[in-house]
């Protein structure tokens, strides 16, 4: 059962204009959420994360945003750029003795010149 | 700079034959995973260790057996490939306890003919 979920498996956005990754959960044991980026032929790269004690974390033109009581989380890429292109997957925490990452299926981003 | 080396980029290999597909980490974590990506189906945990020797099922062991006999070291192992075992595997570490992010290698795409 996939406690992670990416609905949209692809997003086109144009150069410049806010891209908006988004990220549900079914888990509410979740305490912690990642980003990771991944170009194709390359292993996943961390790119941003969040404590559930926040609602917003921003780094530069990464921003996201969590909202509990929705289990949701979005990944906002201001202004977008074509080196932005690639696949992004979502990560939910939680402390256990075994698998403690759980990931989306990915979306896959974009941005056209 | 962290880092985590799988062995190979690409494989090529035929069906019923044995593949060892190797991981090497520099950051003395005590967690390392392999994960298999496949379209559509996001990243998805096949074997997981918390320590030398240690090892927990995944969502997916099935055909995969694992080797971890130093802490640096992860093998995955492939007993009798077969065809539906063509994709991209990807090793990862961890620091133990967290919240905390994973380090991933460059990816290995296996290809059983």
């Known amino acids: 059962d996939q406690q992670v979920k990416q609905n949209s498996p692809s997003l086109s956005v144009q150069e410049g204009r806010i891209s908006i990754l988004n990220c549900d959960y079914t888990?509410?044991?979740?305490?912690?959420f990642l980003w990771y980026k991944k170009y194709p032929a390359e292993g996943p790269t961390f790119l941003i994360s969040?404590?559930?004690?926040?609602d917003k974390n921003e780094d530069g033109r990464f921003t996201v945003f969590l909202n509990k009581s929705a289990k949701h989380l979005s990944l906002h890429i201001v202004p977008s750029q074509p080196g932005d292109s690639a696949v992004y997957f979502c990560?939910?925490?939680?402390?256990?003795?075994?698998?403690?990452?759980?990931f989306g299926t990915g979306t896959r981003l974009t941005v056209i010149p | 700079d962290v880092k985590v080396t799988q062995s190979s980029r690409y494989l090529v290999k035929r069906t019923g034959e044995k593949v060892f597909l190797e991981c090497v980490q520099d950051?003395?974590?005590?967690?390392m995973f392999w994960y298999r990506q496949d379209p559509g189906l996001g990243l998805r945990l096949i074997y997981f260790?918390?320590?030398?020797?240690?090892?927990e099922k995944g969502d997916i062991p099935e055909g995969y057996s694992v080797s971890r006999e130093k802490k640096e070291r992860f093998s995955l192992i492939l007993e009798s490939a077969s065809t539906n075992q063509t994709s991209m595997y990807l090793c990862?570490?961890?620091?133990?306890?967290?919240?905390?992010?994973?380090?991933f290698g460059q990816g290995t795409r296996l290809t059983v003919v």
């Open positions: 990862a570490s961890s620091r133990r306890g967290g919240p905390t992010e994973a380090f």
């Open positions: 888990n509410s044991m979740f305490d912690y």
């Open positions: 969040i404590s559930s004690i926040k």
């Open positions: 990560a939910a925490f939680y402390q256990t003795g075994a698998n403690n990452l759980f």
């Open positions: 950051m003395d974590h005590e967690n």
């Open positions: 260790s918390y320590d030398v020797k240690m090892k």
